[in-house]
């Protein structure tokens, strides 16, 4: 006797489809909105907070990159954050790399530091850092009168760096230990050195967890506020300490467009990063499935 079995719709999948498409409104509209109202005239905001712009008044931006010094702020915070990325990866891939395939004294010491390092909020030391800093550039006052260490670009993205090191080291090391040891000893017998193995096999085999850890140190980076604004208090300011400026300027100003123009600046570049880097992801992801 043959049973059918009759499966009709899961209620659980409607009810996961109806959450993520409640999560998507919640992103979507706020970001929509904030577009929407920085594309309006000063007048418009006396009306209705829904109604759409009369016109693409880019204005805002131009003002806001130019008379608000956006522009300048901007371009300290790619800067910043290239660096970091540059900074953190150099010393994080060959580490991890280390640390997953290499036996040496001491390295269950390292591996309970940097488990250790994980939990360590950088808000908290960042007082510390700025005081250490300090001392520094007091000792080279001879050399370098106007400072170097403090308001120094470069300085605050090898600090983003030092401070995300931890878990970049965790993520690569884990994803290093899971590529199986064949592949080197193919290489090993064609005459690879363990460097060339590590940059001509290892690494791109890692590329999903390269672009993981380059997605999330990238949003720390360009996102942080206090460390930004401990280290930098010069006038190279970065975007988010330079959006604090322009809303405490537009609340005398009484000009949000200019405000919200200032809100687009920051927001479309982490956006746009994230939907290229979340594409190269899954097809890394799937690339690497269909080869196992």
Known sequence: MTTINKSGP?????LTHLLVGGITLLIVIPVAWVLVASLKRKSEFFGSPWTLPEGL??????????????????????????LGLVFVLAVSVP???????????GKGIVEVALLAGLFVNV????????????????????VFPDGF?????AMLSLVYAATSIPFTIYLLTAYFRSIPAEFEEAALLDGASRFRIMTRVMLPMARPAVTTVILFNFLAY???????????????????VGLLNLM???????DPGRLYAGMVIVIVPVLLLYALIQRRLIQGMAA???KG
Request: cysteine-free; hydrophobic content about 50%.
């Open 95 to 105: 580490a991890a790399y280390v640390v997953a395939r290499y036996e040496f004294r």
């Open 288 to 290: 690497g499935g269909v």
């Open 222 to 240: 360009w996102n942080d506020f206090v460390i930004a604004l401990t280290l930098l208090p010069g006038e190279g300011k970065t975007l988010q």
């Open 10 to 14: 899961r209620p659980g999948r409607g």
């Open 57 to 82: 008044h880019l204005q805002n931006y131009v003002d806001a990159f130019g008379g608000a010094q956006m522009g300048r702020y901007f371009a300290t915070s790619v800067l910043v954050t290239l």
């Open 149 to 153: 260490f403090l308001d120094n670009p």
């Open 248 to 254: 405490a300027a537009q609340k005398a100003a009484a």
């Open 123 to 142: 808000n908290y030391i960042v007082v510390p850092i700025f005081l250490m800093l300090v001392d520094w550039d007091r000792a080279l006052v001879d």
